[in-house]
């Protein structure tokens, strides 16, 4: 049975010219110990799903508007926010894009990691500052005992990146939504944090959620892959099926730049997403077409008037789409 | 202290636009109330404010004297609505009149770099007392008069009307449409009336409104205490220093003219408040 | 620190010679004779020209503010014209209800203030917030005397909870010196806690955005953790800002609610010489209440340091 399982989540957001549809009935299952990659343009909802697992959608503007969300059997959407509390740091964690920002300035870094502990965790005073100096050894903090008295901004950006996942991982969470945890990092900055991510997530047996537009980070991260569109899942499966044989034809514009997979796994410069021309368009009402179609070269009527089936092309692989035969050839490139 | 946040053009909100809004709406139309009240007061039922009448001493308010009588026997009604003229005028005339000499001293202080640090550090000292106090040491030695009230008052506002134009007009100058004014030669009247100008007019606004709230309630307090308007004058203040001898037995003599204050100061309080929010880019941009 | 401290300490010295220098420049350059002024209407030349005398109308004004400064330079304001007694003693003998009736206005501003502007940030735009900011603004718009006289009516003259006016010192039992100054205190708290309420409000407004209270709620932080611990800290600035300026208000407040209530302090103390036109006495109290303004603002500022580590001197 799957750790997380999101199934048919809905999530809308009040916005001026009235709601919008931020995640429009997605699903996607996490197994434990596993690593998830979710994929897409930025505005096509992987933040807000990991936001409507964690329940951090900004009240009352955005909320949960149907499915459901379960975790070890119970639904998260469900949760009063007080049981709720026990599952955020405890059970799943979370680290954000902006670790410039993302640690309070106000706060020492050992009262921003002791707090969870003392949150969660049954432990004297001895027992809550040897887990934070365990937590910021394992981040690979060079003088964590005196990077405990230190405040935020004596710190750079990858050191506050380590200081927030020695924060997140400091309980044991099950589940680690990580979301874009390096793109606002210089490039060998970023390969040390995935390195200590990776390292723990298989140390501590943690299922991790890893929202990126990086491909390159995801060949090297995960074991399967989510694509999302418009707050839909479009293609999911096993990284290496998807990333060397894509099944629609958004995920085939996304590889567009990335022709062979194997240059990226290798140590040389990882590819962001390629440019589709157009821009993810803003839901309103449940879908009821393909919403890639105005930008697809492979579209025809009946995508823009039907909503495309999901299909299993083959074990764990499946996609939505009309024309998912056709997709692989779809020339490569032709989409940009 | 918000005020430096704000930044718009007013010339882009209608009148109506800025009506609309709950607050302000609200406001206007408790002022107009009382400006009416203060203006047509001798056509709204009033008596003569200073006659005398024995039989209305200390009397509670009743179908012949709306408010009650006071301890001499005038009618409190009608003190109400002329005190309100006083009130208004000295209201009105302050923030007038500090708005003026606060835009000529910022904008002095923002543009002439040798008056600026004079100015300012007289404007922080001036700051530094407290504004009732200020106010008592000027009327204790010129006499309590409405005109001395004003002035007094004005003293202790300037400096606050000041600080604000001259930062403004500091942030402007590094702007780079008003440096490159600057720098092509705009003659000074081009530049006030088109750039620097229209930038302070909206933040002036807002703080002209608090500024006419704020010397209503110091002309009130300073009556109050006895160095305001000259008791022969009916004022608000003076009408609840007068009452307040009497207060357990003739409370209506602090009421009537306290809600008077009270409504005004609010009134006014609100329409500054809604025209800062109007005024606001992030409250429009909502 | 130190070093920032004394250098703040000394810019306090211009502010307070500007303010010194208007103080008693008043005297000499009102229009009219302030002799006549303040001797007032029935006085008879010799009253006048005692006054002149006491007040060194007749010298020339350099001479005069010389001996002033120095004079104030050694703790000497001068001599009242009423009483024929030391400044700085009257004020010294008077100054106890005041201190303690403003420090209790602001303890109950600051209790009443912040979980106001707290609550009123967590729950923008929904009726807690309306409530709270109706609450601002009618409370920095009701005049204090108006305030205090409802006060007085509804807890001393209608429930009879209260003293109606009047000071008893502390050394007269707890509850006696309490009972006199809780409505005081609540009547100068009101405009004070109004303008903190509002600027905390605001400030929280800004913190709450943040994205490190996201990561608070993250960790599973419930509410009040997350508002006091991580959102105030931030907020402390602005917030302390207006604790310090608005302690103009409570001063200015001083003065009218030691009336209303009766209360023998400095405020009084300034009322009576306004009545008595005793000028030595008002220069000495706008002076010495300036420059406890100031102080406290300079006190206001070294504060930063404990809220915001990023702050160095």
Known sequence: MALLHVDNLSTSFKGRKGEVLAVDRMSLQIDKGETLAVVGESGCGKSVTALSVMRLLPEPLGRISGGSIRFEGKDLATLTERQMRRVRGREISMIFQEPMTSLNPALTISRQITETVRLHLDLDAAGVRQRALEMLELVQIPEPARRLTQYPHELSGGMRQRVMIAIALACDPKLLIADEPTTALDVTVQAQILDILRDLSSRQNMATMLITHDLGVVAEMAERLVVMYAGRMVEQGKVAEVLSGPRHPYTAGLLGAVPKLGSSLTAGPRKALAEIPGTVPLVRAPQTACAFAPRCPLATDQCRTELPPVVQIGGSHLSACWRTEDVPGMAIGAAS | ?286 | MLSYALRRLLAIIPVMVVVALVVFSLLYFSPGDPALVLAGETATPEEIARIREALGLDRPYLVRLTEWSLGILHGDFGDSIFFGRSVAELMAQRAMPTLWLSLLAMIFALVLALPLGIIAAWQVGRAPDRLAMGFAVVGYSLPVFVLGYLLIFAFSVWLGWLPVQGYKPPSDGLWPFLSHLILPALTLGVVYAALIARITRSAMLDVLRQDYMRTARAKGLGLWPMLLRHALKNAAIPIMTIVGIGFGSVISGVVVTETVFNIPGIGRLTVDAILRRDYPVIQGVVLVLSGVYVLINLVVDLSYGLFDPRIKY
């Not at chain 2, 005109?147 to 100058?173: D, F, Q």
């Not at chain 2, 037995?249 to 329409?271: C, D, E, Q, S, Y």
């Open chain 2, 1 to 286: 202290m918000a005020s430096p946040s704000v930044s718009a053009d007013p010339d882009a909100l209608t009148l109506g636009q800025v009506l609309r809004h709950p607050t302000i709406f609200i406001g206007v139309a408790i002022m107009a109330v009382m400006i009416i009240g203060a203006l047509l007061a001798p056509w709204l039922g009033t008596v003569d404010p200073q006659s005398l009448s024995p039989l209305r001493r200390l009397k509670p308010p009743s179908a012949e004297a709306w408010f009650g009588g006071d301890m001499v026997g005038r009618d409190v009604f009608s003190r109400t609505l002329y005190g309100g003229r006083v009130s208004l005028m000295v209201g009105l005339s302050v923030a007038t009149i500090s708005i003026f000499l606060g835009l000529i001293v910022g904008l002095l202080a923002g543009f002439v770099g040798w008056v600026d640090g004079i100015v300012m550090r007289v404007m922080d000292g001036l700051m530094a007392i407290p504004s009732i106090l200020l106010a008592v040491a000027l009327i204790a030695l010129t006499g309590a008069s409405v005109g001395n009230v004003i002035l007094a008052i004005t003293v202790s506002e300037v400096p606050r009307v000041s600080r604000l134009v001259r930062s403004t007009v500091l942030s402007l100058k590094e702007r780079p449409f008003v440096e490159a004014a600057i720098v092509v030669g705009t003659p000074f009247h081009a530049l006030l009336t088109r750039h620097i100008l229209p930038n302070t007019m909206g933040p002036l606004l807002v703080q002209g409104s608090y500024i006419f709230a704020s010397a209503v309630l110091t002309e009130a307090a300073l009556s109050f205490i006895g160095a305001g308007t000259p008791p022969e004058i009916p004022s608000w203040g003076n009408m609840i220093s007068e009452g307040r001898l009497v207060f357990q037995i003739a409370p209506h003599m602090v009421f009537f003219p306290g809600v008077a204050l009270a409504l005004t100061v609010l009134a006014v309080n609100m329409i500054g408040d809604g025209l800062r929010d109007v005024l606001d880019p992030n409250y429009r941009a909502r």
